[in-house]
């Protein structure tokens, strides 16, 4: 989901883009443009990167703005904001044309393997990425990572890593291919290795492609409440309801079915409670708050001991901070993965779009601190990954363990 709602969100944007060529003198002005509005409207602009070294960025990328082709313009505008430091500063290089490699990466520990693929890649699913170009993964990960905002930590790097490195435009822009749209992807697969010419393909095609992947273990069935973005089901074996919080409804949704989210947790009986928030990108952290409202009048929970939340690498901005909150809120046990969103960290965002090229992108405008110690990440206190076996095979052992978990601790 957390690419789909990626993918709608650019394509949003890409409708109102300028697809003319832009003129050196137009690119220069929207990158001055990019400097005013960082010092404008960002609540903290130079926590990491000095005002000076900024400024001397920006100088130095003005001058070679006549001898870069657009890729290379757009990378490096993307460093610039990067270079800011904080997740919700980030230049959306999907919001002007652009293609993608019709692949789907995801990393198990170190490995970066194929989880979907186009049509005349599906062989390929199961493998892993060994170089692009002949340069290595962990190679293209030092090398790309100045250009890839939108991180907080090495954990939310490596979500954005595996996912823009289908973008051409970056590839061709960072120097990582010298062709536009088209690059060498070599994949390991058992011991056997092999090394293929992809040609780039539309995003519309690109999101179209979807992982033969599903979950199978628990299986899960789902209870008849409409809630945009968030799932509802009840596991008696284990005397659990599990909620899967997959994105964010608005806050108004959430109360409106209050009453039928409750009647339903209620007829279950259950004592135990698990919130997933694996996969969730963020939104409107009142609507979690909304949720937990709802939640904490149930008195059939055994909110002592068997309230959990489930984060991942993928787990940023409100949906970190809701996981941060529930557990003070529901006395949850966090248990999976790190998380990609900082726990102190800048948020929100100012949505803004350059005036020449219309190109979008987003400066932070709030400081959130929902840690008393300084950290990186939300850290679960039972860590709990999946196995790459385990994804191919449907098993969602972190869920699994959970709910085992709870089903050995009594009444």
């Known amino acids: 989901m957390f690419k789909q709602l990626l993918l709608l969100f650019f394509s949003l944007c890409c409708a109102a883009t300028n697809a003319q060529p832009l003129s050196t003198a137009q690119w220069k002005k929207d990158i001055l443009t990019l400097q005013a509005s960082v010092k404008q409207h960002h609540i903290n602009p130079f926590h990491t990167i000095s005002e000076g070294a900024f400024d001397q960025h920006v100088s130095q990328l003005l001058n070679k703005v006549p001898d870069l082709n657009e890729a290379e313009i757009e990378v490096q505008i993307s460093h610039l904001l990067?270079?800011?430091?904080?997740?919700?500063?980030?230049?959306?290089?999907?919001?002007?044309?652009?293609?993608?490699?019709?692949?789907?990466?995801?990393?198990?520990?170190?490995?970066?393997?194929?989880?979907?693929?186009?049509?005349?890649?599906?062989?390929?699913?199961?493998?892993?990425?060994?170089?692009?170009?002949?340069?290595?993964?962990?190679?293209?990960?030092?090398?790309?990572?100045?250009?890839?905002?939108?991180?907080?930590?090495?954990?939310?790097?490596?979500?954005?890593?595996?996912?823009?490195?289908?973008?051409?435009?970056?590839?061709?822009?960072?120097?990582?291919?010298?062709?536009?749209?088209?690059?060498?992807?070599?994949?390991?697969?058992?011991?056997?290795?092999?090394?293929?010419?992809?040609?780039?393909?539309?995003?519309?095609?690109?999101?179209?492609?979807?992982?033969?992947?599903?979950?199978?273990?628990?299986?899960?069935?789902?209870?008849?409440?409409?809630?945009?973005?968030?799932?509802?089901?009840?596991?008696?074996?284990?005397?659990?309801?599990?909620?899967?919080?997959?994105?964010?409804?608005?806050?108004?949704?959430?109360?409106?079915?209050?009453?039928?989210?409750?009647?339903?947790?209620?007829?279950?009986?259950?004592?135990?409670?698990?919130?997933?928030?694996?996969?969730?990108?963020?939104?409107?952290?009142?609507?979690?708050?909304a949720l937990s409202s709802c939640l904490l009048p149930l008195d059939q929970f055994d909110w002592q001991n068997k309230i959990a939340v489930l984060i991942d690498h993928v787990t940023f901005s409100a949906a970190m901070s809701n996981a941060a909150q529930f557990k003070s809120l529901l006395n949850a046990q966090i248990i999976g993965t790190p998380s990609g969103g900082d726990p102190n960290h800048y948020s929100e965002t100012h949505r803004l779009s350059l005036p020449h090229s219309h190109r979008r992108y987003s400066l932070s405008k709030r400081y959130y601190s929902f840690s008393s110690v300084s950290s990186d990440a939300l850290y679960p206190d039972k860590h709990l990954t999946q196995s790459w076996d385990e994804y191919q095979q449907g098993i969602d052992q972190p869920l699994l363990s959970t709910l085992s978990l709870f089903k050995n601790l009594q009444r």
């Open 82 to 289: 990067a270079s800011i430091g904080d997740g919700h500063s980030r230049y959306n290089l999907m919001s002007g044309p652009h293609k993608h490699y019709p692949f789907n990466f995801q990393f198990f520990g170190e490995h970066l393997r194929v989880v979907a693929a186009a049509k005349p890649y599906q062989h390929l699913i199961g493998s892993e990425l060994v170089a692009i170009n002949q340069i290595k993964v962990s190679e293209l990960q030092k090398k790309l990572k100045p250009y890839i905002s939108g991180v907080d930590n090495i954990y939310s790097f490596k979500v954005r890593f595996a996912f823009q490195i289908t973008i051409a435009k970056l590839l061709f822009g960072s120097g990582v291919s010298r062709e536009q749209y088209t690059a060498k992807f070599t994949f390991k697969q058992n011991t056997m290795t092999s090394t293929h010419t992809v040609k780039a393909v539309t995003m519309h095609q690109f999101a179209q492609i979807t992982s033969p992947f599903k979950r199978a273990n628990p299986t899960l069935t789902w209870q008849p409440i409409k809630l945009d973005g968030i799932r509802f089901a009840t596991l008696p074996a284990y005397d659990t309801v599990y909620i899967d919080f997959d994105h964010y409804p608005e806050p108004l949704s959430v109360i409106t079915l209050c009453d039928a989210i409750q009647k339903t947790i209620r007829k279950s009986s259950a004592n135990a409670l698990i919130i997933d928030f694996r996969g969730n990108g963020g939104g409107n952290f009142y609507s979690g708050l």
